[in-house]
């Protein structure tokens, strides 16, 4: 059995918990307690403690990728638990990340106060690494089309701004009895190129579930995003290439995605919100 409870998402399902624009999923299997993501600040610690989840027995922590609203409350973690090892794109501290929206400029990036806990940290560096049934995928394909909303997305070095590539973004999986559970962040490599990484390197083995945004945003003036001709693609090829596995979303995924989504995946596409707990084997 492996039960993954939602600590921060974008809305919630519980009046008693908070929510922001994040994610962070706290997750059991029988050998490990796992923390994947942090949301933007520590509102996931207090609603850990509202639903008696004790953090301090967590031993791996996975991140996604670097920007704040999946490692903001790392810092807050770290205080509170002096054994979890984090786990890692070494790419997160090569550069500074930002997002321009109609001209402004906001950091969306990792606070410099992180390094000083680095003796904590797993670099993943190599394509796959694995520990126990779970798997970590830092090399992401590119056969299928990267989401629209990357388009405002950057990342700085030395004054130097270049568009961002995503490469400090990894792959999560967990291989339970019926199939791998599958996480991502907020796919900003693309859910498809997601799913292409797990299968290629884990050819033998099916996806059952996968949880995480899609980054599918809504419609806006700042950058184009996907039409609905391209999320109908994007549903039916989940559907083609993971033969019907269950897709849990949200946080960037907007409301509108999700419809659209759902229309082709109908009831194997739900919702994710701080508080709901998924159970699965």
Request: with cysteine.
């Amino acid at each position: 059995m492996v039960k993954i409870t939602t600590l921060i998402e974008n809305n919630s399902s519980n009046v008693n918990l908070k929510s922001e624009h994040g994610l962070s999923l706290y997750i059991e299997t029988d050998e490990h307690k796992i923390l994947f993501d942090t949301g933007q600040s520590n509102l996931f610690i207090q609603n850990a403690k509202k639903l008696n989840i004790n953090l301090q027995e967590i031993d791996i922590v996975v991140i996604s990728h670097g920007h704040y609203d999946h490692l903001g409350g790392l810092i807050s973690f770290l205080k509170l638990n002096q054994k979890a090892k984090i786990f890692l794109k070494k790419e997160i501290f090569d550069y500074q990340y930002f997002a321009i929206r109609n001209g402004t400029k906001k950091h969306i990036g990792y606070s410099t106060d992180l390094l000083d806990y680095k003796d904590r940290f797993v670099f993943l560096e190599s394509a796959f690494h694995s520990i126990d049934n779970l798997y970590f995928f830092a090399n992401i394909d590119k056969i299928y089309a990267l989401p629209k909303g990357n388009e405002i997305l950057f990342k700085q070095k030395d004054n130097k701004q270049f568009k961002d590539d995503f490469q400090h973004e990894l792959i999560f999986a967990i291989n339970s009895i019926n199939g791998l559970i599958v996480f991502c962040g907020c796919a900003h490599n693309g859910i498809l190129n997601t799913v292409s990484t797990v299968q290629r390197f884990l050819i033998n083995k099916t996806i059952k579930t996968i949880i995480g945004g899609f980054h599918l945003i809504d419609n806006n003036d700042f950058v184009e995003t996907e039409t609905e001709n391209e999320i109908k693609f994007i549903a039916t090829e989940l559907n083609r290439i993971t033969n019907g596995a269950t897709y849990y979303t949200g946080h960037c995924t907007s409301e509108s995605a999700f419809c659209i989504l759902s229309s082709v995946l109908k009831t194997d596409l739900q919702k994710i919100e701080t508080g709901e707990i998924i159970k699965t084997t």
